[in-house]
């Protein structure tokens, strides 16, 4: 990326605008930033989830809308979650949701 990011009213859902891609069964995503760390957009379908996976490097999520489930909580609309390097989980979201998500390094599927 050589030029800044810039979404105006990101918060006030101006992201609504990007344009998403099928990333797995359930869930889409938009690509903001490649390379590491990455930062996109995860759009879950309702009754999507991602199955248990391994953390290789820090993840940063901020729930936009909806909600979604670990094995640790259920993460509302302004939830930031951090799953540090080394961390183990799998997520669900029922009603679905949006999230930003920064990933250092890929995750592993357990």
């Known amino acids: 990326m050589t030029e800044p990011l810039h979404i105006a009213n990101f918060l006030s859902g101006d992201w609504r605008h990007c344009a998403f891609e ?6 889409e995503i938009c690509r903001l930033v490649r390379g590491e760390p990455e930062l996109a957009l995860l759009r879950y379908a309702p009754g999507a989830s991602v199955p248990k996976h391994l953390h290789a490097g820090l993840e940063t999520i901020l729930v936009l809308e909806g909600s979604q489930t670990d094995e640790h ?3 509302g609309p302004g939830s930031l979650v951090a799953n540090a390097e080394g961390t ?9 949701c949006v999230v930003l998500i920064q990933w250092t390094k890929p995750v592993q599927i357990l």
């Open 22 to 27: 099928y990333f797995r069964e359930g869930v």
């Open 73 to 75: 909580g259920h993460y």
């Open 88 to 96: 183990v989980h799998s997520v669900a979201s029922q009603e679905g």
